[in-house]
């Protein structure tokens, strides 16, 4: 079995930058540069073949190259904090791409994501974080920009867990075009 999902990569010139934010937060775990990205659709846990079949259909996706910033922060977990992140700037181009890839999903049979396609880069996970410090870290780095940047193509990443922060690998690469 596979952990999988597709995702774009985040440029390594903006890890500087969010990492910076990565500070004064009780109960964060902050992410380490290397597993920062936006998510396109989780797939979960597929066996090799189901993996091989969703290889050969994200490859399908059709979609030009597009330019996305990072802008604000948010966090997930109305009264109870779990997450804080990084907003990505909506944009049609990104919203078509995560819908290809929940279609992908579908004709593979699997479950409809029943959350909404929210953009963005995770930071942190959270354990115990008041949700007053949430809200305080929010406005305290709600002025944060990153540069523009191209989307020329995403991954299928499987995701590691194990002792400390989860080890994502790209297994498969697909060009934007």
């Not at 699997?110 to 008041?130: E, Q």
Request: net charge negative; aromatic share 12%.
């Amino acid at each position: 079995m596979y952990r999988l999902f597709a995702a774009l990569p985040v440029p390594e010139d903006l890890h500087d930058g969010l990492i910076d934010t990565q500070t004064d937060l009780p109960g964060a775990s902050w992410r380490p540069a290397e597993n920062f990205h936006i998510t396109l659709r989780f797939f979960g846990d597929v066996t090799h073949a189901r993996a091989r079949d969703l290889d050969e259909l994200l490859a399908g996706i059709s979609c030009a190259p597009f330019e996305i910033s990072l802008e604000g922060m948010g966090w997930f977990g109305r009264r109870e904090p779990s997450a804080v992140w990084a907003r990505v700037r909506e944009n049609d181009a990104l919203r078509s791409l995560s819908a290809q890839c929940e279609r992908v999903a579908r004709q593979l049979g699997l479950d409809p994501d029943r959350r909404p396609f929210t953009p963005h880069v995770t930071l942190a996970y959270l354990h115990g974080t008041p949700l007053a410090a949430a809200r305080a870290w929010v406005e305290r780095h709600h002025a944060y920009r990153s540069g523009p940047f191209w989307a020329e193509g995403f991954h299928l990443y499987s995701s590691h867990t194990g002792k400390g922060p989860s080890r994502y690998v790209a297994e498969a690469d697909y060009v934007l075009a």
